[in-house]
Each structure stands twice: as C-alpha cells, then as structure tokens.
C-alpha cells in the first residue's frame, strides 16, 4: 500500500512513503546526518526483542549435532510484542534461572514413525509452555503460506527430537539473533549534489550509476551552479524491513525511544556529575572512612585521580586503595619501568 503522510512538526519531519505488515519505508528530514544514522544503527542493534537462549536437549537421533540444532533454533524469529515493557532481562531479574516475568519455556517433541517418507520438522512444532508475560510473546513467527515457519530438521524412520528451550529478552549487540531487522535501507542525496560519492566508472558515470527511485523526491542541481562547501544533508530515506518479531513501526518507536533514553542519560551525567558519582561499579559512593583515608569521593569514570591533598596522599581509587599510601599501583607493586622520568605523578607515586 503506497500513501503520504505528512507530520507537521517545527523541528523533524516524517513522510511515510510506503507501509506494508513487514515493511515502512519513510522520509526523514530537517535533522542532522549523526541523528538519522545513530537511529538507524539503535534500530538494528538496540531494540530488545525474544529470542531462544538456552536448549536442553533430551533426546537427538537425527543426522544433526545438538550444538547446530541449537544454533538454528536461536535464529527462529519468535513474537516480541510488548517485550520492553512486560519482560524483564534474565540479568535483572530477582529469579534463580528463570521465571515468566525474563523467560518463556519453548518445547519440541517429533518422532518419525513413516518408512517411506521424510519428517520434516518446523518451528510450528515449538509450542509455549507454562507462563508468559503476554499472550502473544514467545510464539514462533510463521509467515510462509504453508504455515509451517523455518525448516529444523529432517527426520527418518525411528528417528526422534525432544528439547526444551528457553527464551529470553536481548538486543542484537549482544547476539544477531535478536535483531528485530532483517534489513534497513539508509541514503541520503540521490543526485549525490554533495559530492559525498566519488563513482568508479569505465566510461559514463550516469549510465552505469542510475540514479534511484529516492531521486524522485529532489532536484539535481544545475551544472552550472556554483557548489557548496557548506551545504549538510537534511534529509533521509529509511526503509525499514521486519522479520516479523515486530511490526516495523513498533521498531522505528522503538528505536526513537531507546536512543531518546540513551541521550538523556548523557545529559544527566554532564549536568549532575556529583550524581553519577554516587555509585561506581556498584560500590557505592564515598563514606567517612574513605574521606579520612584521604581518597575522597570515587570519580564516576573511574579516572580521576583522587585528591591527593586529603588524608595520606593516595586514598581509595575506583580500583581500591592504591599500596604504600599511593606511591605504587592499585594492582600490587611499582610499575615494571622502575621510576617515572617526569617525577611524581597526579596520582602520589612515582
């Protein structure tokens, strides 16, 4: 379905060009070239999504090895509606394992019992079971006509797969499997009027770099016009395709939140520094022992020399308490360059 739609904004600006159950494709402009592509790459890499984590495998007769099974169920796309609001990361939840509140438990029983024919099991053979923290999170993704979803494995007669998998919360930094993308179209400048783009070419640029269909939406300059060394991007074609996981503009509100999070954590940290500092590492912040040992308050990057003018000279850093009252490293000992050439350091020691 192609549409146009325009939000009025005074700052950013959308037009969704194309929408489909898998796929939006939208114009973004009047922002910066940073601000679009640290969207794109939060789409692609920061929006939590379910994915399996853990197989315990009870029984495999197949041709295939447990490790390769459980590779392939990892990459099974399952729902993750509402995920970053009703589930918690196993990390922090308050459960031993796991619990319904960080996991859903995902169960395959097949036996091939057919001597002339091929089992093949799909990932409409996984069935949820026990609690979940929504109705649809968990469920394998099935979009084929068929309705059979992703091929497992294959099995013969007397054959049998029996496991049990755990799924969990995660973002595709930490593993691919999470992605809720399977790809996201990014270009900017189609009639490339800023030069960005230097074309390899064998004989006409034009002909062999055709110009695509984004190039609609803007003018070529004119030859003669003189060029810009000032002009910057403002505006951007997204196309962004699910997997299914995720409705695509459910990813895209995603995606804007999740960095709009990040922002604002960075803006807290510059604006109340002594905040931040109140726990490093889970330390916790500087009490009266740490102050009468001459260390201070930890610096919240764990950088900051501590201020060698209270106490003993060198006091609690964020690694612990430097050896010999800070002429030696937090780690045990001098360094293994003998004595600094410049003197003594920031830091107490040598």
């Known amino acids: 379905m192609d549409y146009e739609m325009d939000i009025e904004a005074t700052g950013p600006q959308v037009t969704v060009r194309e929408a489909e159950p898998y796929r939006v494709d939208f114009k973004l402009s009047s922002v910066d070239l940073s601000l679009a592509n640290a969207l794109r790459r939060t789409m692609l890499a920061e929006v939590p ?3 399996i984590d853990i197989v315990e495998v009870e029984s495999n007769t197949s041709v295939l090895p447990d490790e390769f099974i459980a590779q392939r169920l990892g990459l ?4 993750s509606k509402n995920c970053d609001q009703d589930m918690e990361y196993n990390r922090d939840c308050t459960c031993e ?4 509140r960080c ?41 084929d006509p068929e309705g059979k979803g992703p091929l497992i494995a294959k099995l013969i007669k007397g054959q049998e797969l029996k496991l049990s998998c755990i799924a969990r919360k995660g973002i595709a930094k930490e593993h691919a499997k999470w992605a809720p993308t399977a790809a996201i179209g990014f270009e900017y400048d189609p009639h490339n009027n800023l030069q960005h783009t230097d074309y390899w070419y064998e004989e006409d640029a034009k002909k062999e770099w055709p110009v695509s269909e984004n190039g609609k939406w803007e003018t070529p300059n004119p030859p003669d016009q003189p060029f810009d ?5 403002s505006i951007f074609y997204m196309d962004v395709e699910s997997i299914g996981n995720l409705e695509p503009d459910a990813i895209v509100q995603q995606g804007i939140y999740t960095l709009q999070t990040k922002l604002a954590t960075i ?25 009468a040992l001459g260390g201070g308050v930890r610096s919240p990057d764990a950088y900051e020399p501590p201020d ?17 009252g800070g002429n030696r490293s937090a780690w045990g000992g001098g360094t293994a ?9 920031d830091y107490g020691g040598y």
């Open 103 to 143: 996991s859903v438990r995902l169960t395959l029983h097949a036996r091939c019992n057919q001597a002339d024919e091929v089992m093949k099991v799909y990932s409409r053979d996984l069935m949820v079971s026990g609690d979940r923290a929504n109705e649809w999170v968990g469920n394998p993704v099935i979009t």
């Open 267 to 291: 803006m807290d940290t510059l604006t109340n520094p002594s905040g931040a500092g109140a726990q490093v590492n889970g330390l916790g912040g500087a009490d009266d022992d740490d102050v």
């Open 97 to 100: 394992s796991w619990c319904s």
């Open 229 to 233: 060394f000032d002009a910057q991007p």
């Open 308 to 324: 060698i003018d209270a106490g003993l000279g060198g006091g609690f850093t964020a690694y612990g308490q430097a050896a010999n």
């Open 337 to 345: 360059y003998g004595t600094a050439p410049y003197g003594a350091t």
């Open 76 to 79: 099974v796309p399952l729902n």
């Open 49 to 51: 999504t379910v994915a």
